[in-house]
């Protein structure tokens, strides 16, 4: 069975910093795309940065030059570096991975297989 569990959630200042990680366990997901979703409160789920089996990386516009998205694969391991964060960012970000042609942050989620149950970043201004 495969366990996707995201850390590093947490309350930040505006213009903070958190890194969230998403281990896995259950299966090598060393050939899936990867990516980092969000969602805010009363709004719908988002994608904010995607990296593909080949470390090739995608980012909402919303985030660019702001987070870096990265994976290790020897850990079996997603990363999410989130800097000068803003109170628009406040949302549960969840790591999902899934056998993608295509590895976009605007790919439907509804083709990931697998699933991380959020973390909550809050961010005051």
């Known amino acids: 069975q495969v366990q996707m569990v995201e850390s590093g959630g947490g309350s930040v200042q505006a213009g903070g910093s958190l890194r969230l990680s998403c281990v896995i366990s259950?299966?090598?997901?060393?050939?899936?795309?990867m990516a980092w979703f969000r969602q805010a409160p009363g709004k719908e789920r988002e994608g904010v940065a995607a990296?593909?089996?080949?470390?090739?990386?995608d980012y909402a516009d919303s985030v660019k030059g702001r987070f870096t998205i990265s994976r290790d694969n020897a850990k079996n391991s997603l990363y999410l570096q989130m800097n000068n964060l803003k109170p628009e960012d406040i949302a549960t970000y969840s790591c999902?991975?899934?056998?993608?042609?295509?590895?976009?942050?605007?790919?439907?989620?509804?083709?990931?297989?697998?699933w991380g149950q959020g973390t909550q970043v809050t961010v005051s201004s």
């Open positions: 259950g299966k090598t997901l060393s050939r899936y795309c």
């Open positions: 999902a991975a899934g056998i993608l042609y295509d590895c976009f942050v605007d790919t439907s989620p509804y083709g990931f297989n697998y």
């Open positions: 990296i593909s089996s080949d470390g090739s990386t």
